[in-house]
């Protein structure tokens, strides 16, 4: 509940004070990154500065990104990585989600919480050996390391299990007796009734493999292979001294899908990611 | 009820199709699980008793060298640790702290509250790594914002990422940035969940607004701050890719922390997977022994109002 600490105008200026000094601070880098892009080098690192571009604005830095690094292809592998494995967290969560909720089988608890106990796993201890089990299946620079041993996801299936949990029994009971069989008692009656959850999984999944960095890092180092936020870092190693302008093109493109997909789907990130705890890292 | 040949077939018959079931279900998800989580898990800790050769593919046993190798001769260490408490500690008080303020704020009747709320959760869904490349040249110290700002008022600005003591502060002030709408966003909804005639009574016996503050708002938020601190402190703990892009645990090793020597012991010159593997043993137990201390914590103290 809303409390009413602001009783005269005063605190009330306060507020809104405070309230434009926090949008500010949030909002000035965004702004300077994309003031940056459309200005000549020269105009970005003289002093005093100043607020937009002088000259003219420079759009013509986005076409020059393109020209001189692949940003293009990477951008295109970015999104294929992460189509393919929001699909495979989809369908994986909630195939075992529905096995582990409703499907009885001997010892499904002790598997499950198994399953769980590696969600505070970090990363980072997988990476050496991960990496060598690439190396043995010959996925090293090949964008299959990059989606398939992501396809599935632990967040995803307690997520999903969750859900199928808080629907009656009853519902699929009545459907199996009249004849359907399991996968059509999910697919008709289950999973239309769980769409908030997996739009909420679709969405983490989208943040997870879009904004991947630490992987690609290792795995990949072919630069048409490249996922964005690598593509991103060559850009900064080759043009940062000399040509802030374009890192900051290509930073906006490659933050802009994010914002745009964030700025659609508002609830269900907020949602997404209060639940799974995943501030980034 | 008696149980019958024909009854019993029929029962199992059904059990036994559903098991089926499950495996086709389930099978797939704990088969990716299985090669791509369990297995690197336990060849992580195989890996650090063990002296690697990349030529042969082949580890060689080596008993407790790497571990010897990295928690007593790297004179590095002590210092690794302290900067990975630092930063943990530094952090996570930052986070739940102005997380906290911001919250009451954007929890009053205030226009445009909610485009601030948006505005402030949107670095949380960026990659670490773009938002990084941004600070990098805010931060820079010949002709970033920051210089330009403070030479505007006269003031010689520090190198930043450049010096030592201020590295570790740069990273922070990068990390809260990005993660502060996290903790407001669940604040928010943690104010939200506080009944409001708690408020009413505590009016009713006379209670300031500081009172009210003090022992109906924090008590009834313990719950939320518990979590926040939780999945913050496990989160900032794994942080890499803003040390990496911004600092690259330099200078002079000022930032570097316990996931950065990971990649910097295996994948950089250095390329020694044992060791490497040793960091992430080490790592691991550390995360081990929070969550644990925590679930405890969670059982004892926190009160749920």
């Known amino acids: ?281 | 009820m008696f149980v019958t040949a024909a009854s019993f077939k029929k029962t199992f018959r059904r059990d036994w199709r559903d098991w089926i079931t499950f495996v086709l279900f389930a099978g797939p998800n704990l088969l990716l699980f299985v090669i791509f989580t369990y297995y690197p898990l336990i060849r992580n800790f195989l890996l650090s008793f063990q002296e690697y050769n990349p030529i042969i593919d082949k580890g060689e046993w080596v008993g407790f060298n790497n571990y010897v190798d990295i928690l007593i001769q790297d004179t590095q260490m002590t210092r690794i640790m302290q900067n990975t408490l630092v930063f943990t500690v530094s952090v996570v008080a930052l986070i739940l702290v102005l997380g906290l303020l911001t919250a009451l704020l954007l929890n009053q009747k205030l226009r445009f509250r909610n485009g601030v709320r948006s505005m402030l959760f949107s670095p949380a869904v960026l990659a670490g790594s773009a938002v990084a490349v941004i600070w990098l040249y805010i931060f820079d110290y010949r002709f970033g914002l920051f210089f330009q700002v403070l030479k505007y008022f006269g003031i010689n600005s520090p190198k930043w990422l450049l010096d030592p003591q201020w590295a570790m502060i740069s990273l922070i002030i990068v990390y809260v940035w990005k993660n502060l709408g996290y903790a407001t966003v669940i604040y928010i909804a943690g104010l939200q969940a506080i009944p409001a005639d708690l408020y009413e009574a505590a009016r009713v016996d006379g209670a300031g607004a500081w009172q009210r503050f003090r022992n109906v708002t924090l008590p009834g938020l313990s719950p939320v701050t518990f979590f926040l601190g939780v999945t913050s402190v496990l989160n900032s703990f794994q942080s890499f890719e803003i040390i990496n892009v911004l600092t690259r645990g330099g200078p002079v090793n000022a930032t570097n922390v316990l996931v950065y020597r990971l990649y910097e012991q295996g994948f950089t010159e250095i390329q020694n997977y044992g060791r490497a593997s040793v960091v992430a043993t080490l790592l691991f137990v550390i995360m081990f022994i929070l969550t644990l201390i925590q679930l405890r914590a969670i059982e004892r103290r926190v009160s749920y109002a």
């Open chain 1, 1 to 281: 509940m809303a409390q009413a600490f602001l009783r005269n105008p005063f605190e009330k200026f306060l507020a809104y004070l405070l309230l434009c000094g926090l949008g500010f601070i949030m909002i000035f880098p965004f702004f300077y990154m994309f003031i940056s892009s459309v200005k000549p080098h020269a105009e970005i690192v003289q002093f005093p500065p100043a607020l937009l571009p002088q000259a003219s604005w420079l759009w013509s830095n986005y076409a020059e990104v393109l020209k001189i690094v692949p940003i293009g292809t990477q951008l295109l592998n970015s999104a294929m990585v992460t189509v393919c494995v929001t699909l495979g967290w989809v369908i994986t969560s909630v195939l075992a989600g529905y096995a582990f909720a409703r499907i009885p089988f001997p010892g499904a608890n002790t598997l499950f919480s198994m399953y769980l106990g590696t969600l505070m796993v970090p990363f980072a201890v997988l990476l050496v050996p991960m990496y060598l089990l690439m190396s043995w299946l010959g996925w090293v620079d090949k964008l299959a390391a990059l989606i398939i041993p992501w396809l599935f996801s632990a967040y995803g299936t307690f997520l999903l299990r969750q859900a199928f949990l808080g629907l009656p029994k009853e519902l699929e009971e009545a459907a199996l007796i009249d004849g359907a069989n399991r996968w059509g008692a999910l697919f008709r009656i289950y999973v239309p009734l769980v769409y908030p959850a997996i739009a909420t999984l679709a969405t983490i999944s989208f943040l997870y493999s879009w904004n991947s960095f630490t992987w690609p890092l290792v795995v990949i180092s072919n630069k048409e292979l490249k996922v964005v936020t690598q593509g991103l870092m060559d850009l900064q190693a080759l043009y940062g001294g000399t040509r802030l302008d374009l890192v900051m093109a290509g930073s906006v493109m490659a933050v802009m899908p994010t914002l745009m997909v964030y700025l659609a789907a508002q609830r269900y990130f907020i949602e997404g990611v209060a639940s799974s705890g995943m501030g980034g890292r």
